[in-house]
Protein backbone atom coordinates (compact mmCIF):
# COMPACT_ATOMS: atom_id res chain seq x y z
CA UNK A 1 0.00 0.00 0.00
CA UNK A 2 1.36 3.46 -1.01
CA UNK A 3 0.21 4.74 2.62
CA UNK A 4 -1.32 8.04 3.34
CA UNK A 5 -1.12 10.65 0.12
CA UNK A 6 -1.66 14.28 0.71
CA UNK A 7 -1.92 16.94 -1.72
CA UNK A 8 -0.30 19.29 -2.59
CA UNK A 9 2.95 18.48 -0.95
CA UNK A 10 3.58 22.63 -0.76
CA UNK A 11 0.92 25.23 -1.37
CA UNK A 12 1.90 29.37 -1.50
CA UNK A 13 -1.29 31.21 -1.54
CA UNK A 14 -2.03 35.07 -1.04
CA UNK A 15 -3.89 36.02 1.49
CA UNK A 16 -8.24 35.91 0.87
CA UNK A 17 -7.93 32.92 -1.59
CA UNK A 18 -9.50 29.70 -1.44
CA UNK A 19 -6.85 26.64 -0.32
CA UNK A 20 -8.04 23.19 -0.80
CA UNK A 21 -6.19 20.16 0.72
CA UNK A 22 -6.56 16.96 -0.49
CA UNK A 23 -6.23 13.52 1.20
CA UNK A 24 -6.61 9.74 0.20
CA UNK A 25 -6.54 7.42 3.40
CA UNK A 26 -5.02 4.04 3.00
CA UNK A 27 -7.50 1.06 1.71
CA UNK A 28 -9.33 -0.38 4.64
CA UNK A 29 -9.18 2.12 7.27
CA UNK A 30 -12.39 3.86 8.06
CA UNK A 31 -11.22 6.43 10.34
CA UNK A 32 -9.75 9.88 8.88
CA UNK A 33 -8.05 12.52 10.94
CA UNK A 34 -6.90 16.02 9.94
CA UNK A 35 -3.93 17.94 12.04
CA UNK A 36 -2.54 21.15 12.04
CA UNK A 37 0.98 21.76 13.32
CA UNK A 38 2.96 24.80 14.31
CA UNK A 39 5.55 25.87 16.42
CA UNK A 40 3.69 27.44 18.75
CA UNK A 41 0.85 25.49 19.34
CA UNK A 42 2.08 21.24 18.36
CA UNK A 43 -0.21 19.09 16.66
CA UNK A 44 -3.37 20.20 16.92
CA UNK A 45 -6.78 17.74 15.43
CA UNK A 46 -9.02 19.82 13.74
CA UNK A 47 -11.83 17.13 12.75
CA UNK A 48 -12.24 13.46 12.67
CA UNK A 49 -14.74 11.01 10.94
CA UNK A 50 -15.55 7.51 11.05
CA UNK A 51 -17.09 5.85 8.63
CA UNK A 52 -16.84 9.15 5.93
CA UNK A 53 -19.03 10.65 8.63
CA UNK A 54 -17.31 13.75 10.67
CA UNK A 55 -17.38 12.84 14.23
CA UNK A 56 -16.21 15.99 16.34
CA UNK A 57 -15.17 19.31 14.70
CA UNK A 58 -14.11 20.94 17.91
CA UNK A 59 -10.43 21.54 16.94
CA UNK A 60 -11.57 23.39 13.84
CA UNK A 61 -10.44 26.69 14.38
CA UNK A 62 -13.03 28.87 12.48
CA UNK A 63 -15.91 28.95 9.98
CA UNK A 64 -13.33 29.74 7.56
CA UNK A 65 -12.09 25.93 8.01
CA UNK A 66 -14.70 23.42 6.45
CA UNK A 67 -13.15 19.71 5.58
CA UNK A 68 -15.67 16.55 3.73
CA UNK A 69 -15.31 13.00 3.42
CA UNK A 70 -17.50 12.38 0.46
CA UNK A 71 -16.15 8.80 -0.12
CA UNK A 72 -13.87 6.34 1.93
CA UNK A 73 -10.97 6.99 -0.33
CA UNK A 74 -10.77 10.84 -0.61
CA UNK A 75 -11.26 13.67 2.04
CA UNK A 76 -10.29 17.80 1.71
CA UNK A 77 -9.86 20.39 3.81
CA UNK A 78 -11.06 23.75 2.65
CA UNK A 79 -9.86 27.28 4.11
CA UNK A 80 -11.84 30.02 2.55
CA UNK A 81 -10.60 32.87 2.78
CA UNK A 82 -6.91 31.81 4.03
CA UNK A 83 -4.93 34.17 6.65
CA UNK A 84 -1.27 34.61 7.00
CA UNK A 85 -1.89 33.00 10.26
CA UNK A 86 -3.30 30.03 8.67
CA UNK A 87 0.15 28.86 7.88
CA UNK A 88 1.46 25.44 9.32
CA UNK A 89 1.43 22.13 8.03
CA UNK A 90 -1.16 19.99 7.73
CA UNK A 91 -1.28 16.22 8.00
CA UNK A 92 -3.52 13.74 7.08
CA UNK A 93 -3.88 10.36 9.20
CA UNK A 94 -6.23 7.47 8.96
CA UNK A 95 -6.54 4.63 11.00
CA UNK A 96 -8.63 1.02 11.46
CA UNK A 97 -11.46 2.17 13.84
CA UNK A 98 -10.68 -0.14 16.50
CA UNK A 99 -10.28 2.13 19.77
CA UNK A 100 -6.47 0.52 19.94
CA UNK A 101 -5.17 1.20 16.79
CA UNK A 102 -2.37 3.57 15.39
CA UNK A 103 -2.95 6.31 12.86
CA UNK A 104 -1.19 6.74 9.95
CA UNK A 105 0.48 10.19 8.68
CA UNK A 106 0.16 11.40 5.28
CA UNK A 107 4.07 13.40 4.77
CA UNK A 108 1.95 16.69 5.18
CA UNK A 109 1.14 19.79 3.25
CA UNK A 110 3.16 23.03 4.12
CA UNK A 111 0.78 26.36 3.57
CA UNK A 112 2.05 29.33 3.65
CA UNK A 113 -0.24 32.34 2.85
CA UNK A 114 1.29 35.75 2.18
CA UNK B 1 -11.50 20.04 26.93
CA UNK B 2 -9.20 16.56 26.65
CA UNK B 3 -5.06 17.45 27.03
CA UNK B 4 -2.35 15.71 26.67
CA UNK B 5 0.91 17.17 28.55
CA UNK B 6 4.33 16.54 27.32
CA UNK B 7 7.73 18.07 29.72
CA UNK B 8 8.25 20.76 27.09
CA UNK B 9 11.94 19.90 26.85
CA UNK B 10 14.48 20.13 24.99
CA UNK B 11 15.77 17.22 26.85
CA UNK B 12 19.45 16.66 26.07
CA UNK B 13 21.37 13.31 26.92
CA UNK B 14 25.01 12.06 25.76
CA UNK B 15 25.73 9.48 23.74
CA UNK B 16 24.75 5.79 25.59
CA UNK B 17 22.60 7.21 28.42
CA UNK B 18 19.08 6.51 29.20
CA UNK B 19 16.16 9.35 27.91
CA UNK B 20 12.92 9.74 29.98
CA UNK B 21 10.17 11.25 28.71
CA UNK B 22 6.93 11.83 30.57
CA UNK B 23 3.36 12.59 29.51
CA UNK B 24 -0.15 13.22 31.23
CA UNK B 25 -3.47 13.39 29.90
CA UNK B 26 -6.63 14.23 31.45
CA UNK B 27 -9.08 12.34 30.40
CA UNK B 28 -9.86 9.05 32.25
CA UNK B 29 -11.73 7.24 29.46
CA UNK B 30 -8.93 7.04 27.19
CA UNK B 31 -8.27 3.40 26.19
CA UNK B 32 -4.78 3.22 24.18
CA UNK B 33 -1.68 5.49 24.35
CA UNK B 34 0.92 5.93 21.72
CA UNK B 35 4.57 6.83 21.09
CA UNK B 36 5.23 8.94 17.85
CA UNK B 37 8.79 9.70 16.71
CA UNK B 38 9.44 13.07 14.36
CA UNK B 39 12.25 13.91 12.63
CA UNK B 40 12.15 17.46 11.56
CA UNK B 41 10.42 17.98 8.04
CA UNK B 42 9.12 14.68 8.31
CA UNK B 43 5.62 13.01 9.77
CA UNK B 44 5.26 11.33 12.68
CA UNK B 45 5.91 8.01 12.67
CA UNK B 46 4.73 5.11 15.39
CA UNK B 47 7.79 3.46 17.72
CA UNK B 48 5.27 2.10 20.67
CA UNK B 49 1.59 1.77 21.75
CA UNK B 50 0.64 0.29 25.20
CA UNK B 51 -2.84 -0.42 26.48
CA UNK B 52 -2.27 -1.70 30.27
CA UNK B 53 -0.88 -0.66 32.52
CA UNK B 54 3.00 -1.65 33.85
CA UNK B 55 5.53 -1.65 31.43
CA UNK B 56 5.92 -2.25 27.72
CA UNK B 57 9.13 -3.33 26.03
CA UNK B 58 10.45 -3.13 23.04
CA UNK B 59 14.15 -3.32 22.13
CA UNK B 60 15.84 -0.40 23.22
CA UNK B 61 12.22 1.56 24.15
CA UNK B 62 9.92 1.06 26.94
CA UNK B 63 6.69 2.37 27.55
CA UNK B 64 5.35 2.74 31.05
CA UNK B 65 1.79 3.24 31.69
CA UNK B 66 -0.20 3.99 34.88
CA UNK B 67 -4.11 4.91 34.34
CA UNK B 68 -4.52 5.76 38.18
CA UNK B 69 -2.15 8.66 37.86
CA UNK B 70 -2.94 9.10 34.14
CA UNK B 71 0.68 9.05 33.14
CA UNK B 72 2.55 7.41 30.10
CA UNK B 73 6.42 7.38 29.80
CA UNK B 74 8.48 6.76 27.68
CA UNK B 75 12.46 5.32 28.50
CA UNK B 76 15.06 5.39 25.60
CA UNK B 77 18.15 3.13 26.44
CA UNK B 78 21.44 3.31 25.44
CA UNK B 79 20.29 6.52 23.27
CA UNK B 80 22.21 6.77 19.97
CA UNK B 81 22.65 10.53 18.25
CA UNK B 82 19.82 8.77 15.69
CA UNK B 83 17.56 9.02 18.45
CA UNK B 84 17.59 12.85 18.32
CA UNK B 85 13.79 13.87 17.05
CA UNK B 86 10.55 15.04 18.52
CA UNK B 87 8.77 12.87 20.76
CA UNK B 88 5.25 13.06 20.35
CA UNK B 89 2.30 11.18 23.26
CA UNK B 90 -0.77 10.45 22.04
CA UNK B 91 -3.97 9.16 23.64
CA UNK B 92 -6.83 7.64 21.98
CA UNK B 93 -10.36 8.11 23.49
CA UNK B 94 -12.81 6.29 23.96
CA UNK B 95 -14.69 8.22 21.27
CA UNK B 96 -12.20 7.27 18.86
CA UNK B 97 -10.07 10.97 18.67
CA UNK B 98 -6.30 10.85 19.06
CA UNK B 99 -5.19 13.85 19.69
CA UNK B 100 -1.07 14.69 20.73
CA UNK B 101 0.95 16.26 23.26
CA UNK B 102 2.89 19.23 22.05
CA UNK B 103 6.27 16.77 21.93
CA UNK B 104 9.64 16.93 23.31
CA UNK B 105 12.57 17.45 21.63
CA UNK B 106 15.08 15.04 22.28
CA UNK B 107 19.14 15.77 20.88
CA UNK B 108 21.58 12.88 21.61
CA UNK B 109 24.89 14.07 21.84
CA UNK B 110 28.11 12.36 20.37
Known amino acids: DAGVIQSPRHEVTEMGQEVTLRCKPI?????LFWYRQTMMRGLELLIY????????DSGMPEDRFSAKMPNASFSTLKIQPSEPRDSAVYFC????????????FGQGTRLTVV | QKEVEQNSGPLSVPEGAIASLNCTYS??????FFWYRQYSGKSPELIMF????GDKEDGRFTAQLNKASQYVSLLIRDSQPSDSATYLC??????????FGAGTRLTVKP
Open chain 2, 50 to 53: IYSN
Open chain 1, 27 to 31: SGHNS
Open chain 2, 27 to 32: DRGSQS
Open chain 1, 93 to 104: ASSLGDIGREAF
Open chain 1, 49 to 56: FNNNVPID
Open chain 2, 90 to 99: AVRGNNNDMR
